[in-house]
């Protein structure tokens, strides 16, 4: 298990800088809402579940200094954290949690505030933990012996609060002595794929092979992979799958060769209000993520750029989606609401 902060007892979160990663493992000392803020937007922390515990514990932060307002200090944290990152919807499901919470103790000291909030994003984390271990339980048995399986992106522990989603299966199949190989597409522009998922199934001791992403088609029609899975950012209620662009293409491959494609996430990134993928925003980021990747100008001066960080896969090639509460087929949106009524009626289940 692999978490991307901790909160620290002295009213801090240490945060591992993911853009650091694979070469050096850096912890952050996050203090206010405005350093949660940037290292959001800047995917210091990323991953979809990662983002909303983050967010969370951002809220917290408003409260360190003891505002004289608290409750406008916090609703204040809460309006700049929703500017974030628009796509994950993950983020959105927990600062709504915490607005919750503000909204319930409108007099509240702010000594009481902090601790209602800090156990609210204590939850938040908890429930992912849970989630995680879940959800990589039920996949297990999509995966035998001997398989190849193609992974996008990064979807293991920082992504999350420590299991990861696309990563749980993997890495709990790994421990059971099932022997897979993992293809890791690098994804461009900004390498999740190369730089923390290779770098965590090296830590877990997962035999993997890097591949660029032009290169997925190729493997497999050589027979290398007999699965694809990934994360989400945004599941809307139909099924369709907004994750790290590149999916897409990922999906059509796997339908085009036979192979199954499945999607791992926790119900937090399921999106009720959202009826399918065309409602689902897309961001769209800085032309120098892709002229000058690292540092290094790899484009002529000038060059039109469009940069969207993720795409939306329709249900219609989307196999079966994993949750914590098990393995839904399409159509997803009766398997959808039944998990939600049932975790609404047994909250342990959150
Ligand atoms: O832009 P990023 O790195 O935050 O994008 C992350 C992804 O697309 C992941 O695949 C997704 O959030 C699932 S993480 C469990």
């Not at 991307?4 to 493992?25: F, I, K, M, R, S």
């Amino acid at each position: 298990m692999i978490p991307p902060l901790y909160w620290n007892a002295e009213g801090h979160v240490d945060l591992l800088d993911q853009t650091q990663l694979p070469v050096a493992e850096v912890w952050l000392e996050i203090k206010t809402v405005e350093a949660m803020a940037e290292a959001i937007r800047s995917l210091r922390v990323r991953g979809a579940p990662a983002i909303g515990i983050a967010a969370a514990y951002g809220v917290v932060l408003a409260l360190r200094d003891d505002p004289a307002q608290p409750q406008n200090a916090v609703q204040t944290a809460i309006d700049a954290l929703t500017t974030t990152r628009p796509t994950a919807v993950n983020l959105f499901y927990a600062l709504d949690r915490m607005q919750a919470v503000l909204d319930t103790h409108p007099d509240a000291t702010t000594g009481y505030l902090r601790m209602a909030l800090l156990a609210e994003a204590t939850a938040i984390e908890a429930e992912d933990q849970a989630s995680g271990r879940r959800l990589g339980e039920h996949g297990v048995p999509l995966f035998q012996e001997g398989m190849g399986v193609l992974t996008h992106c990064h979807a293991g522990g920082v992504a999350t609060s420590g299991y990861g989603t696309a990563l749980a299966p993997l890495l709990q199949a790994h421990v059971q002595g099932i022997g897979l190989h993992v293809f890791v597409d690098e994804t461009r522009p900004l390498m999740q794929g190369s730089r923390i998922t290779a770098w965590e199934l090296g830590k877990a001791g997962v035999p993997a092979t890097l591949i660029t992403d032009s290169m997925a088609a190729h493997v497999m029609q050589q027979g290398k992979v007999q699965a694809v899975i990934v994360g989400a950012d945004r599941i809307a209620a139909n099924g369709d799958v907004a994750n790290k662009i590149g999916t897409y293409a990922l999906a059509v491959l796997a339908d085009a060769h036979g192979i199954p494609f499945y999607v791992a996430a926790p119900l937090s990134t399921i999106d009720f209000d959202t009826s399918t993928g065309e409602g689902i925003v897309i961001e769209e980021r800085k032309a120098q993520e892709v002229t000058h990747g690292f540092g290094r100008q790899t484009a002529p001066d000038g060059v039109q750029v469009y940069n969207p960080a993720f795409d939306v896969t329709p249900a219609r090639l989307v196999t079966a989606i994993i949750t914590e509460h098990g393995i839904a087929e399409a159509p997803y949106i009766d398997t959808f609401e039944g998990w939600r009524e049932r975790q609404q009626n047994q909250p342990s289940l959150r």
